[in-house]
């Protein structure tokens, strides 16, 4: 069992900065990879960022529309801790953020449906 506990969402204007974190506690040692989606109204669950944590150069991946503005990491001195900064904020980024892990190789990064543990997610809204 992996519990994760999102944190860091807010409301931002345009252009802005946003580092959400995610906490994870229970049987870290399971973990295979750590990521972050979104789901705004109306539309399926984005996989956003992801990160390998077993691989030994914590391979990380990005949507196409996220590349090159946000970035998931993992806290050098607190490996449970997780984050995701996301710099040159967009409206079409609000959504709920959610912090997921999956305890089993998965054959897409980007399926929701790998994932089986999932925080309770965290709002992020970007004004114009």
């Known amino acids: 069992q992996v519990e994760l506990v999102e944190s860091g969402g807010g409301a931002v204007q345009t252009g802005g900065s946003l580092r959400l974190s995610c906490a994870a506690s229970?049987?870290?040692?399971?973990?295979?990879?750590m990521a972050w989606f979104r789901q705004a109204p109306g539309k399926e669950r984005e996989g956003v960022a992801i990160?390998?944590?077993?691989?030994?150069?914590?391979?990380?991946?990005y949507g196409a529309t996220v590349k090159g503005r946000f970035t998931i990491s993992q806290d050098a001195a607190k490996n449970t801790l997780y984050y995701l900064q996301m710099n040159s904020l967009k409206p079409e980024d609000t959504a709920i953020y959610y912090c997921?892990?999956?305890?089993?190789?998965?054959?897409?990064?980007?399926?929701?449906?790998?994932?089986?543990?999932w925080g309770q997610g965290t709002q992020v809204t970007v004004t114009s």
């Open positions: 997921a892990a999956a305890t089993e190789v998965v054959r897409s990064v980007y399926n929701a449906r790998e994932y089986n543990y």
């Open positions: 229970g049987d870290t040692d399971s973990t295979w990879y």
């Open positions: 990160i390998a944590v077993r691989a030994r150069d914590r391979n990380t991946y």
